[in-house]
């Protein structure tokens, strides 16, 4: 008696999430791998590189799903599962893990950075925060708000007036947070 098995070459490998926005801290994301073929075996590599699991990256026993526990920063990049048996292997095409985060502590700098400033100088105070997306920034002069959003508010013509604290508040329209510096000029 004869017998033949026919294997079936690798195809159609398609990378899934369960979290479209995921937000550093807060999402568990899980990755699910899918793909024809007989006897495949499964591995998952991100940036090219293979991943095992750890306090955080779990495999599954057949390495078909991939879950990573409080997403950090340091998750994203591209995510590709490779497949293989007998007769062929192949590579999904990447999925890019966009982890959200932020806004850190902002970085409020003043130009001129003086310590006193005479009458009728003109100040200019530029916002940073690191945050992906970018951060929305809102500015506030002693609790009040200017009614100014951008990175840079201008004050022409310092006043006795202008003086006091001057706050940058960054807010993230994905992850929800907000955060702010405050620097004062006299």
Not at 43 to 60: A, F, P, Y
Request: with cysteine; proline share 4%.
């Amino acid at each position: 008696i004869l017998s033949c098995v026919l294997t079936e070459s690798v195809s159609n490998i398609v990378v899934t999430p369960n979290v479209t926005q995921s937000v550093e801290y807060n999402d568990t994301v899980g990755l699910t791998c899918t793909a024809s073929g007989t006897d495949v075996s499964y591995q998952w590599l991100k940036d090219n590189k293979t991943i095992s699991s750890d306090n955080r990256t779990v495999l599954s026993v057949d390495n078909k799903p991939l879950t990573i526990a409080a997403v950090l920063r340091a998750d994203s990049g591209n995510y590709t599962h490779w497949d293989n048996n007998t007769v062929s292997n192949d590579t999904s095409h990447p999925f890019y893990l966009n982890v959200n985060y932020g806004p850190e502590l902002p970085n409020v700098s003043i130009i001129p950075d003086k310590i006193l400033y005479s009458s009728g100088t003109t100040v200019k105070f530029l916002c940073s925060a690191d945050s992906n997306p970018a951060s929305e920034f809102q500015w506030f002069h002693n609790g009040a708000s200017l009614q100014q959003n951008g990175q840079q508010i201008i004050i022409n013509n310092i006043s006795m007036n202008a003086t006091g604290n001057y706050t940058c508040q960054a807010h993230n329209n994905v992850t929800l947070r907000y955060n702010e510096a405050t620097r004062e000029i006299q």
